[in-house]
């Protein structure tokens, strides 16, 4: 094992290629052009938190990612995720239902209930939330390409169970245009893609204000390949094409902005990421107040979900990733993040055990507890380094979203492949200089062990039966709901969306029929299509 | 037999449903870096129609990359395809998230390798270079 080197002499540059001193002064933080200040916590340009008393008031939220096989086996995860202390849920759903198949169409076989909890019809969404109070426990959906008929089946199980959708709190990823750069489960083309956000945004300020429709994830881009600074500079071009369409349909920005969210990534260097969120909080503020023009200040918020790092962590020495998440959620919440999910140490080898979800909770209740992360607003702020590096890093995020708005904006450069290209090519670039030792990563390519042991890792265990049985479910569902009403339901989908009327109501009123995920899916594509993807490199 | 002049044909396939596909590009990338004459699918397709086109493009070796935990009941498909259609002397590897306990009986149905996370590319380089000749 060839030891660390020296690093006086050499220059020393960070992820997002800044290059780093070996010391700074209050002169480095007024030459790096402070951008107007770093202002008080809760208010404008927002460098130190979007609340005036943050965790204080309120821990960050603790989200961790769960789901599999039926709704049923979900069901006991998150009543089990909740009695250990759990503030909110985050569902996984199987590959399936995020591609818009029934769990009987024979391309979904061998993939029904496998990386996340299978969904038909609206039943599966009852049993899967029996019992869990969504006043209490607020519900992230992660689903994007069928995310506006995921969405209607929450809110139809939520109406049907009484609560007031006016009132209903949580958020669906529903980032579509992410998912075309990684992450991958497209359905439809860009542009219809584009539109089906915009009406579950359209929807939800109207019907359900306090509802966050889309969450932008910067998160899977970074995932890709991308650098910090591409992660936040995507992630913001993609927020700006989302709103740029509402305003569009006649929108007002104040009308939805403040609950749009974001999901960003956790890996790598402490203080870039430190800086990142930082700087990523104070430019997103500058680029509402500036290019919207907002009354409501909550319109400037970048509210986000931020932890994760899947990208950091390593099949090697698995254990390690308990140290790496941990890290991972201080700098979560030495970030200001309202929202925190760890991944699971064993997550490179199987769906998270009950053990290392438990472990990824009690992770983020030690610093909540003992670690005081909860006693001050911003603790960083004020470090010659952290402000230099927070006044840096939202320059090269303002030049990387300039020169792609330069060259058309993202929704043509992601249409025609060129942001995949660019991560894919970095994220080849990185992978050689983790083999050739230039990046250094424990346990993988350095402290390694001879004869590695077999990690202690306890696999979930995935049953075939599941599959069966919600299939069995489905096929008695279609049996079972009154089936006219489901075509007429059907159709006037199909009509809404062949004339671009929002979809969402219509949807909503045929889950509320039982229609199923493949049904609406299908009909979706018939006056939409299907997107192609670009596959040459 | 390959001459000098013939470059090894490989496709490169995501069968499945799974949208993960940074490993995917990163090993097309360095089989085209090696040399290779490369082609990807992209995401989501059936076993049928990863053996049509192995055959159409008449390719030397056939790479999967999986990561959905569903690589038992697509790499049996695929068997079953090649013993419908006939396999070649089409090179067969699979990479991805692929438990230790799952190699044996990939090797049983007629995959000659098997890459998890964490191969370093050259190595996959490496064994198509000595397999393919």
Known sequence: M??????????????????????????????SGGGGGIGAPGEFPFTRGIHKDMYRKRPW???????????????????????????????????????????????????????????????????AFAGIDLNEITVSLTINGSAAILMAMYFAMAAKRGYAIGQLRGTAQNDILKEFIGRGTWIFPVEPSIKLVGDTILYCAEKAPLYSPVSVCGYHI????????????????????????????????????SRLSFNFDIHGNLFEQVAKFRAGRRLWAKIVKDQYHPQDPR???????????????????????????????????????QTMALCCYDEAYTIPS??????????MQILIEEMGLCDTVDPLAGSYYVETLTNQMEQRICAVMSELEA????????????IQDVVSRQAFERQRKLESGEIRKVGVNCYRMDAEERPPVEFHPFK???????????????????????????????????????????????VEAYATVGELTQCLVEEYGRYEEPTRF | MKTEQKKVRVLFAKPGLDGHDVGAKVVVRSL????????????????????????????????LSILSGSHLPICRRIKTLFEEQGRGDILWLVGGNIPDRDHEELTKLGVDGVFSVGTPLQSIVDFIHERVS
């Not at chain 1, 039926?70 to 909110?88: C, D, I, K, M, S």
């Not at chain 1, 060259?407 to 060129?418: K, L, Y």
Request: hydrophobic share 40%; proline share 3%.
């Open chain 1, 61 to 127: 939220t603790m989200r961790q990612y769960a789901g599999f096989g039926r709704p049923e086996e979900t069901n006991e995860r998150f009543r089990y995720l909740v009695a250990h202390g759990q503030t909110g849920l985050n569902v996984a759903f199987d590959l399936p239902t995020q591609v818009g198949l029934d769990s009987d169409d024979p391309a979904a076989q061998g993939e029904v209930g496998r990386v996340g909890m299978a969904v038909d019809t609206l039943r599966d969404f009852e049993i």
């Open chain 1, 464 to 510: 075939e039966e599941v599959c069966a049985e919600q299939i069995e479910r489905l096929e008695r569902i279609r049996s079972e709901r009154d089936n006219a009403k489901v075509a007429g339901a059907l159709q006037t989908v199909r009509a809404d969306a062949k004339a671009g009327r929002n979809v969402m109501p219509s949807i909503i009123a045929a």
């Open chain 2, 32 to 63: 085209m870096e090696a040399g290779f004459d490369v082609i990807y699918t992209g995401l989501r397709k059936t076993p049928e129609e990863i053996v049509r086109r192995a055959h159409a493009e008449r390719v030397d070796v056939l790479g």
């Open chain 1, 222 to 257: 970074r995932e890709s390949g991308a650098d910090p600074v591409q992660e936040m500079a995507y992630a913001f071009c993609i927020a700006k094409a989302y709103i740029d369409h509402v305003l569009g349909r006649g929108l007002h920005i104040d009308d939805f902005a």
């Open chain 1, 354 to 363: 009950e053990r290392a979800a438990r472990i990824a909770l009690r992770t």
């Open chain 1, 407 to 418: 060259q058309g904006g993202i929704v043509s450069a992601i249409a025609a492949g060129r």
């Open chain 1, 2 to 31: 060839k030891p660390r080197e020296e690093t006086g002499a050499q220059a020393v540059r960070n992820e997002s290629g800044l290059e780093i001193k070996p010391v700074y002064t209050a002169t480095d933080v007024e030459s």
């Open chain 1, 299 to 337: 319109s400037m918020w970048l509210r986000m979900i931020a932890g994760g790092g899947g990208g950091g962590l390593t099949i090697e020495q698995p254990e390690n990733n308990i140290v790496r998440s941990a890290y991972y959620a201080l700098i979560s919440a030495l970030s200001g993040t």
